[in-house]
């Protein structure tokens, strides 16, 4: 299969059209487009190692969440790591292909996949963009649970050995919002729509204040709120080319450390 169809079929399940304003979705590095695919290395971020790890594997295409390519460049010579990957990839002719806010944006895209792994119903957009499109996910519980077993549960579905979280007044946890990566922004439309949970990547010191008496407001890490993204891109692409080799990356690339 070309890997030109293969990243059709990404299209097809996340339109570009989707895409925030600021994002830079899509074709990174295409200079073999139109090649057969040999395989594809799924990951979150693409770094030097990750190009490595595909070069190893045979790989030609790699798919990440976030897109290598975000901001212009005005030279690529090699001062930084974004530049070296460019070269690096070109150097051996591997496609480099990014699905991030429009595979967040997504029917059954990346906040879909949060909610399915909290075992979430009734499921509907927090901010729809469309009847196929949103921002963020609300949905219930299959039942009501205590405040503290709930963030357990969040702890070992994310793998994690902590989280944030503010000082929430309330004691049992029922409908869940949750966004993907920075989601703070939908804090406010998540207690509009009558959440008694947000979860999100990414927060920040001072969003915290304020929410005590309205909604328990829980950060995970960016990273570890998009870590199953690969399971969405793994789906599409398999249904695509049922015979081509997939592979999850396994070089960790989140840059922040918990000592």
Not at 2 to 10: E, N, S
Not at 66 to 82: N, Q
Request: glycine share 8%; hydrophobic share 40%.
């Amino acid at each position: 299969m070309k890997i030109r169809q293969i990243t059709t079929a990404l299209e097809e399940f996340a339109p570009l059209a989707l895409q925030d304003g600021y994002d830079n979705a899509g074709l990174q590095i295409g200079l073999a487009e139109d090649a057969d695919a040999t395989g594809a290395l799924l990951c979150l971020d693409v770094t030097e190692a990750v190009v490595d790890e595909a070069i190893e594997l045979g790989c030609n295409l790699i798919v990440s969440h976030h897109p290598l390519l975000f901001r212009p460049m005005k030279s690529i010579s090699g001062r930084d790591y974004i530049e070296r990957t460019v070269i690096k990839a070109i150097k051996h002719d591997i496609t480099i292909y990014s699905a991030h806010t429009n595979l967040d944006s997504a029917e059954h895209g990346v906040n879909y996949k949060i909610a399915e792994k909290l075992n979430l119903q009734s499921l509907q957009w927090l901010n729809p963009k469309g009847e196929s499109a949103g921002e963020g996910i609300i949905g219930l519980l299959p039942k009501p649970l205590p405040k503290k077993e709930f963030i357990g549960i969040v702890k070992d579905v994310f793998n994690l050995s902590s989280l944030r979280c503010n000082d929430w007044q309330g004691e049992m946890v029922t409908t869940v919002a949750l966004c993907g990566g920075s989601g703070a922004f939908l804090i406010p439309k998540a207690i509009e729509k009558g959440a008694d949970t947000f979860l999100t990547g990414e927060i920040g010191y001072h969003r915290f204040f304020g929410y005590e008496q309205d909604i328990l407001l829980l950060e995970l890490g960016h990273f570890e709120s998009e870590q199953y993204t690969s399971e969405i891109l793994q789906s599409v692409i398999s249904k695509a080319a049922p015979s081509l080799a997939i592979h999850k990356s396994a070089i960790p690339t989140n840059p922040i450390l918990y000592l």
